[in-house]
Nanobody
Framework: QVQLVESGGGLVQAGGSLRLSCAASGRTFSSYAMGWFRQAPGKEREFVAAISWSGGSAYYADSLKGRFTVSRDNAKNTVYLQMNSLKPEDTAVYYC??????????????????WGQGTQVTVSS
């Protein structure tokens, strides 16, 4: 099982950018599909983006396409989420998840093998 640690969250003004990182340790990172999710106060967790083990395929929530970009560096055991043109409604705790099956990450993430502890993103208006 991999252990995941998110970083890069913080306070940013609307229109600004942040890049989140999710560092993995443990089993072979490059074998895992990775996903990003977020949960705002009082709301359910929602899918943000996912990327295949090779980085060759990426998936996004329709509402976030064009603003968010997921990428990974298998040599650094890290997956990234670049967030641009941030809006106050992007405020949430952002989590990364890992599973060997991209279908699990994108369709039934609650069954993903590993989750990070989350990083807070706050976008001020």
């Amino acid at each position: 099982q991999v252990q995941l640690v998110e970083s890069g969250g913080g306070l940013v003004q609307a229109g600004g950018s942040l890049r989140l990182s999710c560092a993995a340790s443990g089993r072979t990172f490059s074998s895992y599909a990775m996903g990003w999710f977020r949960q705002a106060p009082g709301k359910e967790r929602e899918f943000v983006a996912a990327i295949s083990w090779s980085g060759g395929s990426a998936y996004y929530a329709d509402s976030l396409k064009g603003r968010f970009t997921v990428s990974r560096d298998n040599a650094k055991n890290t997956v990234y989420l670049q967030m641009n043109s941030l809006k106050p409604e992007d405020t949430a705790v952002y989590y990364c998840a890992a599973d060997m099956d991209i279908v699990v990450v994108t369709t039934t993430p609650r069954f993903s093998e590993s989750w990070g502890q989350g990083t807070q993103v706050t976008v001020s208006s």
